[in-house]
């Protein structure tokens, strides 16, 4: 079973729409991220979340606004889509100073 | 500024050989976190092995090792007996401090394809 869920695992998006990417982690880790993978930049980090608060955030734009309803999900929410904004979106959890489990991603298509 | 860098773009071996890639790093930190990831045909990324900076010994984990040379800021990961699934895209990462929620930074990834 896996232990990060990613929903949904494919999105097309028309531009200017707003999506929101879902993730959810079942291995009682506390802190949770967003990077983003794309061609021009691979495995970009977005944001990181510890006990449900916001401990970083690299993204520029405040398009992209991550929301934790439990302490096991950390959303993330796109508005005013862009065709740049085509990516796959990988979410992760981990525990105190370890490394990270990633989930299988969100392949988000803003045409 | 690129805290972790991989020069090499893509690889290819035969089977059953030896492969090393190679990643090095910059940080300002006394204490970081070094490790390697293997992101599969799928997209699937998966952690191998990973550094503490303040070991001396170079981790191992199954055919998968490290060469930590913390004077030059580099961390190789040596694949032995390399297999065809094996074949995939290595990343290295690094963490830097001891905060759980520390931004794990990663290089650009290196490309590995084993022939058979």
């Known amino acids: 079973d896996p232990k990060i869920i990613q929903k949904p695992k494919y999105l097309v998006a028309v531009t200017g729409s707003e999506k929101i990417l879902i993730c959810e982690q079942y291995l009682g880790h ?3 991220y967003w990077y983003r993978q794309s061609a021009k930049k691979p495995l970009e980090f977005m944001f990181s979340y510890s006990y449900q608060k916001l401990m970083d955030n ?24 862009k065709p740049d904004d085509s990516a796959t979106y990988f979410c992760a959890s981990s525990p105190q100073n370890s490394d990270y489990t990633f989930g299988s991603g969100t392949r988000l298509l803003v045409i | 500024a690129q805290k972790v860098t991989q020069t090499q773009t893509s690889i290819s071996v035969m089977e059953k050989t030896t492969v090393t890639m190679d990643c ?3 940080t300002q930190d006394s204490s970081y976190f070094l490790f390697w990831y293997k992101q599969t045909a799928s997209g699937e990324i998966v952690f191998l092995i990973r550094q503490d900076s303040y070991k001396k010994e170079n981790a191992t984990v199954g055919h998968y090792s490290l060469n930590f040379q913390k004077p ?7 694949i032995t007996a390399t297999q ?20 794990l930074y990663f290089g650009s990834g290196t490309k590995l394809t084993v022939e058979p």
């Open chain 1, 30 to 32: 506390n802190a949770m």
């Open chain 2, 72 to 78: 030059k800021s580099s961390i190789g990961l040596i």
């Open chain 2, 24 to 26: 090095v790093y910059e």
């Open chain 2, 84 to 103: 065809i699934e094996d074949s995939a895209v290595y990343f290295c990462a690094m963490r830097e401090g001891m905060s759980n929620y520390n931004v």
């Open chain 1, 58 to 81: 690299q993204t520029a734009s405040s398009r992209f606004q991550p929301q934790s309803s439990k302490k096991n999900h950390l959303d993330l929410q796109i508005t005013a889509l």
